[in-house]
């Protein structure tokens, strides 16, 4: 479907649309798998109600301000404490436009600590909407296992996902340096040869 990347600014002058706010929160990981291989990083996702995946967030009123919408969803979903970690224009990422939906997609990117992560991930178990809307925050596994160059990252973008979600996860993953253009089309291209 038709959509086109639109500044921040701009967007917010489209009154008639619907708007909705996501974010990526990642951290470095310098854990081993099996005490050998590299996570390389954390980055969280959500499983959704309806099986997707896809990042915390939804929808927000123009009125109340995008990242002010944003916190009100991450307190709600995740239990975010929006005081520590909450999302500022500083972290935004791209905005994207859906015209035939009157739809309007903003993405945040913000880089918290390991140990951010783990409070993130604690909190987000006594949420007001876990085990409704949000059924757990999970982290993408971004290496690629060597045995079978399938497991991990290609593996886990066979998922289905919601929107751009999907779209979303490759562009951060690159933007941030997580992973190099070459590994990330590597992953892609394992991804559909499903031989899990
Ligand atoms: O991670 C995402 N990236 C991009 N779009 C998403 C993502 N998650 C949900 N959406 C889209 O954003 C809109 C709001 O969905 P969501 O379920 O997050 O909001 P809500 O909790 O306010 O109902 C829907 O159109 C959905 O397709």
Redesign the pocket.
Known sequence: MARRAVPRFEAVKLTRYKH?C?AMFHAPNEDKLFGRIPMRHTVLMQM?FDGRF??P???VNLEEGLEAGLNR?LEE?IGLDVRILGITEGDWAVTEVHDEQN?V?H?YIKKVTPEQIRQIETAATTAKDHGL?SLGLVRVPVYTLPRDKVGGLPAFLSNTF????RE?LLMGLEQEGILSHAEIQKALKASTTRRH
């Open positions: 909705a996501h959704r896809g990042f967030g939804g929808f969803e979903e739809f997609s993405f809307e919601i929107g751009t979600a979303e």
